[in-house]
C-alpha cells in the first residue's frame, strides 16, 4: 500500500513538472461565449440508400454477380431478336427432311438439339426468360401481399388471435389442391402458375414480417411515438416498416429462386407449364427422362447450369445487399 | 407445463377440424371427370350411379357429418381409386415404414454432419470451414434440389458403382438416397448452428468464462453449443415426425416404394377419402410437432416459459 502511495506521489509530481515546462498555449483557457456559435447543431450528411450502396459496392463478389445477372437478363430479353437466333419451339429439319434429333452441341446447335430437335441454346434463353418472369412476379406479389398482412397481424392486437388461427388453417392445406383447382378452373399459363403460387407464398412473408413486427412493436421509441399520438399508419411506415428493410430486401431475394424451384417442381409432379411454354422446370424434366444415357446427358446440364447460376446469384446477391442494408453494417 | 400443453390440444383439435372441413369441401369442387379414367366411354347412367356409390350426391354437409361420423368410429375409410376398396390405414402401414427409416436414417446422418459442420464453422470465423461450409449451404439452399439430387443419381452411381435403384434387400443402393435426402437438412443445421453459436460467442458471459481461464473446450461443449441448440432443438420434433412423409424426388428418382408423392398423386387421381386421411395425419403432425417442440425447449432451458405470457416485449 505505501509502495503504491510513494508511485503514485512520484507520477503526479513528474506530470506537474511536465505542465510547468509547457508554453502558454497549450495549456486549458477558457472559450468565449458566442451566441450565433451555439446555434449551430451537428450536421452529418448520412443517407440511408448511399450508404446501402456503399457498403453493397464494397462486396465484390455480389457485385460481380449483380453484373452477370444484369447481363442474363438483358440477353435473355433481347435475345430473340437478336440476328442469327433461331426460334425456341420450331423444329428444324436436316436436308432430307428429317428432324434433327439428339444432335450434341455443335458450332451450329451451341447446345445441340432435343430428342424433337428444337436448338437447346434458344431454348435454355426462352426458359430462363420464363423462369425469371415467374420469379419476380411471385416474389413481388409475395412481398407486397405478405408486408400487408404481416403488419396487420403483427401490429394489432384484437386480430392476432383470428390470423394466428387463419394462419394455422392455411398453412395446412396442400398447394397441390389449390394448384389442381386452379388449373382447373383456368388454363395452364404463366399466369396460372404465377397466381397460384403467390396464393399459398404469401403466408410465410406475412408470418416472418408479423414475429418482426411483434419484436420492436413496443419498443420504447414506438411507446413515445404512441404517447405523443402519432396515428398508427405513421408509426406503421415511419418507425416499424423502415427497420424491417433489410429483412424484407433479404425475403424478397430469396423468394426469387424459391418461386424459380417451385416451378420446378410442380413440373416434376405434373402441374407445371404446357410443353410448348419452354421454362427451366421443363427443360430439366425433359433432360430428366434422357438422363440415363450418357451421351445425351448435355440435355440435362445446359438447363441444370443456367438455373443453378441464376438461383445462387439472386441469394447471394439477396444476402449481401440485406447485409448492407442494416444500418449497423454502415461506418 | 400439462395445464398448458393441454390447453394447446385442444384448441389443436379444433384448427384439425376446420382445416379437415375446408380440404373436404375444396376436393368437392374438384371437377366431376376426375374421378373416372374413362369418362369419354361412360354414359350418363353409369356416371350418375358411380357418383352415388361414392356418396357424392349428397348435400356437402350431409358427406360431411357422414365423413365425422365415421371418423369418431375410428376409421378413415377405403380408398376410392388409388386402391380401390383397401382401407386407408393399410396402404399407409404398406407404405410409411420405408420413408420413416430412410428418414430416420438421413436425419441422424444431418445431425452427425450438420451439427460438427456448423461448430467448426463458428470457431473458424472467415478461416477454411467457414468458406467451405458457407459455399455448401449456398448451394445447398439456392439450387432447387430437384437439380442436385438428378446429378447425384446421375454421376455418383457412376463414379462410385452403386446401383441407380433403390431394392429393400440390398443396404448398398439405400446409400445414396438417404445420403441426398440428408443434404438439404445438413447445410440446414449447420447454417443455424453456426448463427447462434456466433451470437452467443459474442456474450459476456463468455468472455468471463475465458478470463477466468476456462479452456475454449469447455467453453464450446457446456456453454456455447448447450445454449445455442435450445432454438434448434424447437424443430426436431417436426422434422422426426415429417419423416414418415418421405420425400417425392428422392423416392421417385430411385423408385422407393415409400410415402413420397403419395398425397400428391392421390390428389391428382381425386381419391377423396386418401386425400382426406393424409392431410389429417399430416397436419396433425405439424401441430403435434410444434407442441413437442415447445415442450422440448422448456426441459432443455427452464428459463423459457409458456405459461404466463411474456414481459413488456
Same mark, same amino acid.
Given at each position: 500500500?505505501?509502495?503504491?502511495?510513494?508511485?503514485?506521489?512520484?507520477?503526479?509530481?513528474?506530470?506537474?513538472?511536465?505542465?510547468?515546462?509547457?508554453?502558454?498555449?497549450?495549456?486549458?483557457?477558457f472559450?468565449?461565449?458566442?451566441?450565433?456559435?451555439?446555434?449551430?447543431?451537428?450536421?452529418?450528411?448520412?443517407?440511408?440508400?448511399?450508404?446501402?450502396?456503399?457498403?453493397?459496392?464494397?462486396?465484390?463478389?455480389?457485385?460481380?454477380?449483380?453484373?452477370?445477372?444484369?447481363? &442474363?437478363? /438483358?440477353?435473355?430479353? /433481347?435475345?430473340?431478336?437478336?440476328?442469327?437466333?433461331?426460334s425456341?419451339?420450331?423444329i428444324?429439319?436436316?436436308?432430307?427432311?428429317?428432324?434433327?434429333r439428339?444432335?450434341?452441341?455443335?458450332?451450329?446447335?451451341?447446345? =445441340?438439339?432435343?430428342?424433337? =430437335?428444337?436448338?437447346?441454346?434458344s431454348?435454355v434463353w426462352?426458359?430462363?426468360?420464363?423462369?425469371?418472369?415467374?420469379?419476380?412476379?411471385?416474389?413481388?406479389?409475395?412481398?407486397? /401481399?405478405?408486408?400487408?398482412?404481416?403488419?396487420l397481424?403483427?401490429?394489432?392486437?384484437?386480430?392476432?388471435?383470428?390470423?394466428?388461427?387463419?394462419y394455422?388453417?392455411?398453412?395446412?392445406?396442400?398447394q397441390?389442391?389449390?394448384?389442381i383447382?386452379?388449373s382447373?378452373?383456368?388454363r395452364?399459363s404463366?399466369?396460372?402458375?404465377?397466381?397460384?403460387?403467390?396464393?399459398?407464398?404469401?403466408?410465410?412473408?406475412?408470418?416472418f414480417?408479423?414475429?418482426? &413486427?411483434?419484436?420492436?412493436?413496443?419498443?420504447d421509441?414506438?411507446l413515445a411515438?404512441?404517447?405523443?399520438?402519432?396515428?398508427?399508419?405513421?408509426?406503421?411506415?415511419?418507425?416499424?416498416?423502415?427497420?424491417?428493410?433489410?429483412?424484407?430486401?433479404?425475403?424478397?431475394?430469396?423468394?426469387?429462386?424459391?418461386? &424459380?424451384?417451385?416451378?420446378?417442381?410442380?413440373?416434376?409432379? =405434373?402441374?407445371?407449364?404446357?410443353?410448348?411454354?419452354?421454362?427451366?422446370?421443363?427443360l430439366?424434366n425433359?433432360?430428366?427422362?434422357?438422363?440415363t444415357?450418357?451421351?445425351?446427358?448435355?440435355?440435362?446440364?445446359?438447363?441444370?447450369?443456367?438455373?443453378?447460376?441464376v438461383?445462387?446469384?439472386?441469394? &447471394?446477391? =439477396?444476402?449481401?445487399?440485406?447485409?448492407?442494408?442494416?444500418?449497423?453494417n454502415?461506418? | 407445463?400439462?395445464?398448458?400443453?393441454?390447453?394447446?390440444l385442444?384448441q389443436s383439435?379444433?384448427?384439425?377440424v376446420?382445416?379437415?372441413?375446408?380440404v373436404?369441401s375444396?376436393?368437392?369442387?374438384m371437377p366431376?371427370?376426375?374421378?373416372?379414367?374413362?369418362?369419354?366411354?361412360?354414359?350418363?347412367?353409369?356416371?350418375?350411379?358411380?357418383?352415388l356409390?361414392?356418396?357424392?350426391?349428397?348435400?356437402?354437409?350431409?358427406?360431411?357429418k357422414n365423413?365425422f361420423?365415421?371418423?369418431?368410429?375410428?376409421?378413415?375409410?377405403n380408398?376410392?381409386?388409388?386402391?380401390?376398396?383397401?382401407p386407408?390405414?393399410?396402404?399407409?402401414?404398406?407404405?410409411?415404414?420405408?420413408?420413416?427409416?430412410?428418414?430416420?436414417?438421413s436425419?441422424?446422418?444431418?445431425?452427425?454432419?450438420?451439427?460438427?459442420?456448423g461448430?467448426?464453422?463458428?470457431?473458424?470465423k472467415?478461416?477454411?470451414?467457414?468458406?467451405?461450409?458457407?459455399?455448401f449451404?449456398?448451394?445447398?439452399?439456392a439450387?432447387?434440389?430437384?437439380?442436385?439430387?438428378?446429378?447425384?443419381?446421375?454421376?455418383?452411381?457412376?463414379?462410385?458403382?452403386?446401383?441407380?435403384?433403390?431394392?429393400?434387400?440390398?443396404?448398398?443402393?439405400?446409400?445414396?438416397?438417404?445420403?441426398?435426402?440428408?443434404?438439404?437438412?445438413?447445410?440446414?443445421?449447420?447454417?443455424?448452428?453456426?448463427?447462434?453459436?456466433?451470437?452467443?460467442?459474442?456474450?459476456?458471459?463468455?468472455?468471463?468464462?475465458?478470463?477466468?481461464?476456462?479452456?475454449?473446450k469447455?467453453?464450446?461443449?457446456?456453454?456455447?453449443?448447450?445454449?445455442?441448440?435450445?432454438?434448434?432443438?424447437?424443430?426436431?420434433p417436426?422434422?422426426?415426425?415429417?419423416?414418415?412423409?418421405?420425400?417425392?424426388?428422392?423416392?421417385?428418382?430411385?423408385s422407393?416404394?415409400?410415402?413420397?408423392?403419395l398425397?400428391?398423386?392421390?390428389?391428382?387421381?381425386?381419391?377423396?377419402?386418401?386425400?382426406?386421411?393424409?392431410?389429417?395425419?399430416?397436419?396433425?403432425?405439424?401441430?403435434?410437432g410444434?407442441?413437442?417442440?415447445?415442450?422440448?425447449?422448456?426441459?432443455?432451458?427452464?428459463?423459457?416459459?409458456?405459461?404466463?405470457?411474456?414481459?413488456?416485449?
Amino acid at each position: 500500500m505505501a509502495l503504491r502511495h510513494k508511485k503514485t506521489a512520484a507520477v503526479e509530481e513528474s506530470i506537474n513538472e511536465s505542465f510547468k515546462n509547457l508554453p502558454d498555449d497549450e495549456l486549458f483557457t477558457f472559450a468565449g461565449f458566442d451566441e450565433a456559435a451555439a446555434e449551430k447543431t451537428g450536421y452529418s450528411d448520412y443517407s440511408y440508400w448511399r450508404s446501402t450502396f456503399q457498403v453493397f459496392l464494397k462486396d465484390r463478389v455480389a457485385v460481380s454477380l449483380l453484373i452477370l445477372i444484369g447481363i &442474363i437478363l /438483358l440477353f435473355a430479353f /433481347l435475345q430473340p431478336h437478336l440476328p442469327g437466333q433461331r426460334s425456341a419451339t420450331q423444329i428444324y429439319n436436316d436436308a432430307s427432311g428429317m428432324q434433327i434429333r439428339n444432335l450434341p452441341p455443335n458450332a451450329e446447335f451451341w447446345f =445441340g438439339t432435343n430428342s424433337i =430437335g428444337q436448338d437447346l441454346w434458344s431454348r435454355v434463353w426462352s426458359g430462363t426468360r420464363t423462369s425469371l418472369l415467374i420469379g419476380f412476379a411471385v416474389a413481388l406479389s409475395e412481398a407486397v /401481399l405478405g408486408i400487408l398482412m404481416g403488419v396487420l397481424w403483427g401490429y394489432i392486437r384484437r386480430l392476432d388471435r383470428l390470423f394466428t388461427e387463419i394462419y394455422n388453417v392455411l398453412d395446412n392445406i396442400p398447394q397441390t389442391i389449390i394448384l389442381i383447382l386452379f388449373s382447373y378452373i383456368m388454363r395452364p399459363s404463366v399466369s396460372t402458375l404465377i397466381i397460384a403460387m403467390c396464393l399459398t407464398g404469401w403466408l410465410d412473408m406475412a408470418r416472418f414480417i408479423r414475429n418482426q &413486427i411483434l419484436i420492436i412493436r413496443d419498443r420504447d421509441y414506438n411507446l413515445a411515438s404512441r404517447c405523443l399520438g402519432t396515428p398508427s399508419r405513421r408509426i406503421i411506415l415511419r418507425n416499424l416498416l423502415p427497420y424491417l428493410v433489410s429483412v424484407i430486401m433479404l425475403r424478397m431475394a430469396l423468394a426469387i429462386p424459391a418461386a &424459380i424451384g417451385n416451378e420446378v417442381f410442380l413440373t416434376y409432379i =405434373g402441374l407445371g407449364l404446357p410443353v410448348s411454354i419452354p421454362s427451366l422446370g421443363n427443360l430439366i424434366n425433359e433432360g430428366r427422362v434422357l438422363m440415363t444415357s450418357a451421351a445425351l446427358r448435355y440435355q440435362l446440364f445446359f438447363p441444370a447450369i443456367a438455373l443453378s447460376v441464376v438461383t445462387i446469384s439472386f441469394y &447471394i446477391i =439477396g444476402n449481401a445487399f440485406a447485409d448492407a442494408s442494416d444500418p449497423k453494417n454502415h461506418i | 407445463m400439462l395445464k398448458y400443453a393441454a390447453k394447446r390440444l385442444i384448441q389443436s383439435l379444433v384448427t384439425l377440424v376446420i382445416i379437415i372441413t375446408i380440404v373436404f369441401s375444396l376436393l368437392r369442387l374438384m371437377p366431376v371427370e376426375g374421378y373416372f379414367q374413362n369418362f369419354d366411354k361412360l354414359d350418363k347412367n353409369q356416371i350418375h350411379a358411380a357418383l352415388l356409390s361414392m356418396g357424392l350426391l349428397d348435400p356437402l354437409p350431409v358427406q360431411l357429418k357422414n365423413f365425422f361420423v365415421q371418423l369418431l368410429h375410428g376409421s378413415l375409410g377405403n380408398s376410392l381409386i388409388y386402391r380401390p376398396n383397401v382401407p386407408v390405414l393399410d396402404i399407409i402401414a404398406d407404405k410409411a415404414p420405408v420413408s420413416i427409416f430412410m428418414g430416420l436414417a438421413s436425419m441422424a446422418i444431418a445431425l452427425l454432419l450438420g451439427l460438427p459442420l456448423g461448430t467448426a464453422m463458428a470457431r473458424s470465423k472467415a478461416k477454411f470451414w467457414d468458406k467451405f461450409g458457407t459455399a455448401f449451404i449456398v448451394f445447398v439452399t439456392a439450387v432447387p434440389a430437384a437439380v442436385y439430387y438428378l446429378l447425384i443419381q446421375v454421376y455418383f452411381t457412376d463414379w462410385l458403382g452403386l446401383p441407380i435403384l433403390f431394392s429393400e434387400s440390398d443396404p448398398v443402393s439405400w446409400i445414396l438416397p438417404t445420403v441426398s435426402l440428408s443434404l438439404g437438412n445438413i447445410a440446414y443445421y449447420a447454417m443455424w448452428l453456426r448463427r447462434y453459436m456466433v451470437d452467443e460467442l459474442n456474450k459476456d458471459y463468455i468472455r468471463l468464462a475465458r478470463a477466468k481461464g476456462v479452456d475454449s473446450k469447455t467453453i464450446m461443449k457446456k456453454h456455447v453449443f448447450r445454449n445455442a441448440f435450445v432454438p434448434m432443438v424447437q424443430y426436431l420434433p417436426t422434422s422426426l415426425l415429417y419423416t414418415i412423409a418421405g420425400s417425392i424426388y428422392i423416392e421417385s428418382l430411385y423408385s422407393v416404394p415409400g410415402m413420397g408423392g403419395l398425397l400428391v398423386n392421390v390428389i391428382q387421381r381425386q381419391d377423396n377419402n386418401m386425400v382426406q386421411a393424409l392431410v389429417l395425419i399430416y397436419s396433425a403432425i405439424g401441430i403435434v410437432g410444434l407442441l413437442f417442440g415447445d415442450i422440448l425447449m422448456n426441459l432443455m432451458d427452464p428459463r423459457i416459459s409458456f405459461e404466463k405470457k411474456g414481459g413488456a416485449r
